[in-house]
């Protein structure tokens, strides 16, 4: 990958298809740069579906939600941002369920497989940044 390129911008309502949409959204930034390797797409793909789908999961109607993707030197990079009230999370102690338990492992996935996963509760809603380093094997 050589320079910066334009981002890719998706907005729409917290719904059910919206994490399609973002996935198609991902599809575009990568025709832009078509030198990441299958595994870091992947993997930030994985990432940034969790997120979205953590989103529109528990969200009321009405939740705006826009995604800024980006892939610059050496990392991919999501900025998500959504009008819901501010939650209160704590990345450091997301850990994956027992195997038997059927959903919370959405966190703990984000977390491996990214260099960077932050998320700020503001009095506009909540501001989650994904980053990954192309290469970097997971956590």
Known sequence: MSGDREPVIHEGEASPGFVDEVLDA????????PSVPAEDRTLFMLAVSEVTTNIVQHSEPGVRVQVRLSADEGQLRAVVRDTAPAVKLDLESAELPEAENESGRGLALTLAVLDEFRHDGTEDGNLWTLRRAIGTAPR
């Open 26 to 33: 991902l599809e575009t930034l990568w025709l832009g740069a």
